[in-house]
């Protein structure tokens, strides 16, 4: 195992870790991502991000492991992967003409040699405006990258673009799942340097 771990086994985060040009190793921790009961998705993503990160410290002594979590909010309401064609076009249609909220957790975790943790953790939100979308355009877009496995039914880095009227946000790559800007930030206080 490499000194930087991906505590993750999704693909979108691996490809976008490698834009970095570091060394690194993933390992896909198991943890219960149900949400507490009153939890809000801001929170949720951070705690997500760093039990996934602290399950992989832990295992792996020395590595400085990332968690990253991803919570998709419509409303006040979360909205998970799809998992489904039908769920992935309900998600579709519940978003068109609105906003939506894409909270970004971020952890970087290391197991100190007293057994304590050192930890930065951040959240990056994005907020996404849809474009109103008739039936048909779900239909062909769907059918285009079918993004089951996506929060909010769609894949920014593709097609998925072409459904919004607007994103705001402060780091392009946590729509993807990972927020590079806040990552290269807080791997230099982990004496890890990009450039």
Do not use: W
């Amino acid at each position: 195992m490499s000194n930087l771990i991906l505590a993750s086994s999704s693909i979108y985060r691996k490809e976008l870790l490698q834009r970095l040009n570091l060394e690194f190793s993933c390992y896909s921790p198991a943890i219960d991502e149900a949400a507490y009961p009153g939890e809000l998705p801001e929170a949720l993503a951070i705690r997500l991000a760093e039990e996934k990160a602290r399950t992989v410290a832990e295992r792996f002594a020395n590595a400085v492991a990332i968690g990253a979590d991803q919570v998709a909010e419509l409303n006040g309401e979360f909205l998970g992967k799809p998992g489904s064609h039908d769920r992935a076009k309900e998600q579709l249609m519940a978003q068109a003409g609105k906003t939506v909220l894409f909270h970004s957790g971020l952890a970087l975790v290391q197991q100190q040699p007293d057994g304590s943790f050192k930890e930065h953790c951040i959240v990056d939100t994005t907020s996404v405006t849809f474009r109103q979308l008739s039936a048909g355009q779900i239909e062909a877009y769907l059918q285009a990258e079918q993004p089951y496995d996506c929060a909010g039914s769609f894949k920014a880095e593709g097609l998925g673009i072409s459904l919004f009227s607007e994103v705001r946000s402060n780091d392009p790559s946590s729509l993807i799942g990972l927020p590079l800007i806040g990552l290269c930030s807080g791997l230099k206080r982990f004496d890890i340097k990009v450039l």
